[in-house]
């Protein structure tokens, strides 16, 4: 008898210890001023999912850091949170982490960056809208007014995968003063020149706004990286400039594109960099290209003295993500943020 009670309370207190890691997520909305009249019409007011750690209910009085995730390119943070099926669900994944010991508690916001060229590039443009402003001051006042934070930039980390890692990096490296630590996962976009396929260009030339949600990764990105980085207000129906023109590069709109490169801009911000309490970045070796860029990076600040911490490890650019997430990132900013 005493065998089961046992057997019984140790059952109890395993489940007891699973729910007690059990945060809860919320999808709010936020309307942003800065995306406001954005030319491609996509709307002011953005999803975004919020995770509150198990902790947040619990302990009325206490607060949080945050951290601020961003998906990549195609995604949405519906994907990641797993309000829908995806490679990922986030919530799982920290509270795995927090089940292990391998992490602390905290708040973990991400917004919708999927726009009709499929992402933002979390940059600054006429045709997408300031995601800059959104992302650093509009989306962090909104979570410090609303949720239990700790409202500092010692509380506050910033990390994304692929096209979120470049916006971390951008973002990131723009904002010291907003951030205390950033970790870019597998950051797309840091160097390479711009796609001037004459059969690509040619195809996209002649696109309609009808023909945009069934274009290729390849078409789409193209044009998402012309909306980011080389606007054009007297071009609709896209307003946007791509890198060739009627089988002809087009040198201007190359540059301006090449120029939003990471590796091309870093050297202006390493003091930025350095006001940063810590900095990780890291991708797989089967991720061609991304890994050379990324260990391209990890040389520069190298070069410059800037403690960081950096890995090259096998993988492709989503088989170890969500592990990656789990035992390396959420730990990096347990570490680094201020609790």
Not at 98 to 117: C, Q, T
Not at 293 to 305: G, N, P
Request: some cysteine.
């Amino acid at each position: 008898m005493k065998k089961y009670f046992l057997i019984a309370l140790i059952f109890c207190l395993s489940f007891y210890q699973a729910m007690a890691q059990t945060g809860t997520k919320e999808r709010i909305k936020v309307y942003s001023t800065a995306l406001e009249g954005n030319l491609i019409g996509d709307l002011a007011e953005r999803e975004v999912t919020v995770y509150l750690p198990p902790s947040y209910q619990k302990n009325p009085d206490s607060r949080f850091p945050v951290l601020y995730m961003l998906h990549g390119f195609t995604d949405t943070d519906s994907q990641w949170f797993g309000w829908e099926n995806h490679w990922i669900n986030l919530q799982t994944v920290i509270e795995q982490s927090i089940a292990e010991g391998l992490s602390k508690e905290m708040i973990v916001v991400m917004p919708n960056a999927y726009n009709r060229f499929k992402g933002s590039m979390y940059a600054s443009s006429a045709t997408v809208g300031d995601w800059e402003t959104f992302v650093t001051k509009e989306l962090v006042k909104h979570i410090d007014d609303n949720y239990r934070t700790l409202a500092h930039k010692n509380s506050r980390g910033l990390a994304g995968h692929s096209m979120g890692g470049y916006g971390t990096l951008r973002l990131g490296m723009k904002n010291p003063d907003v951030y205390a630590a950033i970790y870019a996962l597998s950051p797309c976009c840091m160097d390479g020149g711009a796609n001037t396929n004459a059969e690509l260009i040619k195809k996209l030339e002649t696109l309609t706004p009808e023909q945009l949600e069934g274009a290729n990764f390849f078409e789409i990105a193209t044009m998402a990286t012309s909306a980011a980085f080389a606007p054009n207000p007297q071009n609709p129906p896209f307003f946007l400039d791509l890198p060739a023109k009627n089988g002809e590069p087009q040198e201007d709109v190359i540059n301006k594109i090449i120029a939003n490169r990471i590796l091309n801009f870093v050297d202006q911000y390493i003091l930025n960099l350095k006001k940063l309490k810590a900095i990780a970045l890291d991708a797989g070796l089967q991720d061609r290209g991304i890994s050379e860029a990324t260990k391209s990076l990890h040389e520069i600040l190298e070069s410059y003295q800037i403690p960081h911490f950096y890995e090259s490890y096998e993988g492709d650019h989503l088989n170890r993500i969500a592990e990656r997430i789990q035992t390396h990132t959420l730990p990096f900013f347990s570490k680094n943020l201020v609790f």
